[in-house]
């Protein structure tokens, strides 16, 4: 009996990093739009924070590579894009639809930012709650829309589901009885 309370304390707990996830990365989006008007000053605040990692010693040469060749090329999308799509995984990641997918997306996106040079305690913790997440998946799943939908399942790597997918009945692998 305790350990099943364990279990469903544990299970708890990694919903709530979930969902705190998640209103990270929507809050993210949200003040980039609403505080940092990158929507009514476009491309301006990405423009000069890209212009700054490239002065940055702790931004790796071949990102600073990248910086210049691609991300200031393509500055008016990212803008819009960025901020976009941190409201649309911080809603996914709250709702616990296509979870393992957005925390991905998430860890990419945060990947970049610490390779532009922002190493720091929040991005150490960022980082680290992302890949707990996705090491405790089976718990994440726990009140979410992809367990409504049945969509945890995709994401899953289960080898007895497969072998029983591919697997003939018994009755057809033998002819000559």
């Not at 364990?6 to 929507?26: A, D, E, T, Y």
């Not at 089976?138 to 409504?148: F, N, P, Q, T």
Request: aromatic letters at 12%; glycine letters at 4%.
């Amino acid at each position: 009996m305790e350990l099943i309370k364990s279990v469903r304390l544990f299970s708890s707990l990694i919903v709530l990093m979930r969902v705190l996830f998640g209103v990270g990365w929507l809050l993210a989006g949200v003040t980039k739009i609403t505080d940092k008007l990158w929507f009514k000053e476009p491309g301006l605040f990405l423009n000069d924070y890209l212009k700054n990692s490239l002065q940055n010693s702790n931004v790796p040469p071949f990102y600073k590579t990248f910086i210049e060749n691609i991300a200031l090329e393509h500055v008016m999308v990212l803008n819009y894009a960025i901020p976009i799509v941190q409201i649309i995984l911080g809603i996914f990641l709250i709702a616990g639809l296509f979870t393992i997918p957005s925390i991905l997306i998430c860890l990419f996106m945060h990947i970049n930012f610490i390779f532009s040079g922002n190493m720091n305690l929040m991005s150490l913790i960022l980082y680290t709650s992302a890949f707990s997440l996705i090491i405790f998946r089976s718990d994440v799943y726990h009140i979410s829309l992809d367990k409504y939908f049945n969509l945890s399942t995709l994401f899953t790597l289960n080898r007895n589901k497969r072998e029983k997918n591919v697997s003939m009945p018994k009755e057809k692998l033998s002819i000559n009885s």
